[in-house]
């Protein structure tokens, strides 16, 4: 069940807003995930997780995520968190107060005694605490168990799937091993720690485009800026893993993180992060010791009536909409609820093939209906680049704990370069921010056929 929410929910990562002013904010509602205060000790193979996985849960909906700590120490082992001056010491101040629900740790090698001492502390505060172990990439391509031995010189990066498989191994067969004795010690008959299997997933990254699959992506060497840290691609990766194993949910359709999204480099498109937030999930799912339940295939496959191949569905972009919304006018009650009168004011889009403005004038026809869910029935116009008027039409229907936040919207364009609008099916993503001039910001899909996985 866990795998198939995972697919739904990439599917329909796509939403066209239609409310307005406050009352947007409240029917768009969230996702009913209660957020984690987390504290990072941390090396800079991972210090750079906290503030874009801090969009992510934003993104996701989830309410109360709150970064109460980042240690960091270079090249550290978890032990050197442990042994900073109390005076210095954040994690173990943190940790005392009980003020941490999730304890998230980065050793280079295992065992690390510090591990133990912190998962101690913070029981001791905070009986109900989780505690996260990062499984890193061996810098310089080697494995952790000997680091920092050889860490420093020029790797080779044309590596086989095979050679990828290995490079890391005895590293992370230690840190299974300790993090088993661990729950078996501390746990009381239930896993407490778990492992974020980075290493297992920078490697089928790598195999990925060792195999030439990643697009974007022609080289293994483009993941790193020197022989250990990560360029953007391998973190936003690690970032959407760290998401996956924290709140149990799939990145798929979150958007890029922000150092990927404002890289000179063209070909770090949305493709590329859809294969990012794919590879993480995928790995967090096969990985026992994430915490994610492991579906079983043949039980998986009984489950579903999967489609023949050419009708599995496939995404492709189409444009971002920045959209301006008037306050609402209160229509009254109706027979199945509350009606409100939304107007649309103007706004922008632009995508690869479809550039403009919202033009002043739409409306959303908004009905709260009496059984607490939504639907939205809007109707508004685009003007081209190129002076085309294109009628958009939005419908969609949300309820709780979600609300309204997945629409269909359908085009009607005047025969010419814009004809494919009128012969397609669209689905969009909502993310509403209220300190933007244009609150509302619309990505919208074009679904289309692919081949099976």
Not at 159 to 176: C, D, H, V, W, Y
Not at 213 to 233: C, I, R, T, Y
Not at 301 to 313: G, I, L, M, V, W
Request: some cysteine; hydrophobic content about 35%.
């Amino acid at each position: 069940m866990l795998k198939f929410s995972a697919f739904l929910f990439a599917f329909l990562s796509c939403v066209l807003p239609s409310l307005s002013s406050q009352a947007l904010a409240e029917v768009a509602g969230d996702t009913g995930l209660k957020g984690e205060r987390i504290f990072y000790a941390s090396h800079s193979l991972m210090w750079y997780v906290p503030d874009p996985l801090a969009k992510l849960a934003s993104a996701q909906g989830i309410d109360g995520h709150q970064l109460v700590g980042l240690q960091k120490i270079g090249a550290s082992r978890t032990l050197q968190h442990w042994q900073l001056p109390d005076d210095e010491n954040l994690a173990k101040e943190a940790l005392s107060r009980g003020d941490v629900d999730v304890f998230v740790m980065s050793p280079i090698q295992f065992p690390d005694e510090g591990i133990e001492n912190f998962v101690k502390l913070g029981l001791k505060h905070n009986p109900e605490m989780r505690f996260l172990v990062q499984l890193s990439w061996g810098g310089g391509d080697i494995d952790n168990q000997d680091f920092p031995n050889g860490a420093w010189e020029v790797p080779n990066r044309d590596k086989t799937p095979e050679q990828l498989s290995q490079m890391n191994a005895r590293n992370i067969r230690e840190g299974e091993s300790q993090i088993d004795a661990l729950n078996e010690k501390y746990g009381d008959g239930q896993d407490i720690v778990f492992l974020i299997p980075t290493s297992q997933a920078a490697s089928e990254l790598r195999s990925r485009i060792y195999r030439k699959e990643v697009p974007g992506l022609e080289d293994q060497d483009e993941l790193f800026v020197d022989p250990a840290h990560p360029s953007a691609p391998l973190e936003a990766l690690n970032t959407y893993l760290h998401f996956a194993v924290l709140y149990q949910r799939s990145p798929v359709g979150l958007p890029a993180t922000q150092k990927l999204g404002q890289a000179d480099r063209p070909q770090w498109d949305e493709s590329l992060t859809r294969t990012l937030q794919e590879i993480a999930w995928q790995t967090a799912t096969k990985y026992s010791r994430s915490g994610l339940p492991i579906v079983d295939a043949d039980e998986e496959s009984s489950a579903f009536d999967f489609p023949k191949p050419f009708e599995y569905p496939e995404l492709e972009f189409v444009c971002t909409a920045n959209i301006k919304v008037g306050e609402a006018l209160d229509f009254g009650q109706v027979g199945n609820g509350k009606r409100r009168i939304i107007p649309i004011v103007g706004g922008t889009f632009h995508g690869p093939d479809l550039q403009g403005e919202v033009v002043p004038g739409g409306v959303d026809w908004n009905l709260s209906r009496s059984d607490g869910a939504t639907e939205a029935d809007a109707t508004y116009f685009l003007r081209t680049e190129d002076e085309v008027l294109i009628r958009v039409s939005n419908l969609g229907v949300g309820a709780p704990p979600t609300g309204l936040r997945f629409t269909t919207p359908r085009f009607i364009a005047p025969r010419g370069q814009y004809d494919w609008l009128n012969q397609s099916t669209f689905v969009g993503t909502l993310d509403v921010d209220w300190k933007r001039e244009f609150p509302i910001r619309l990505r919208v899909f074009r679904v289309r056929s692919q081949e099976s996985p």
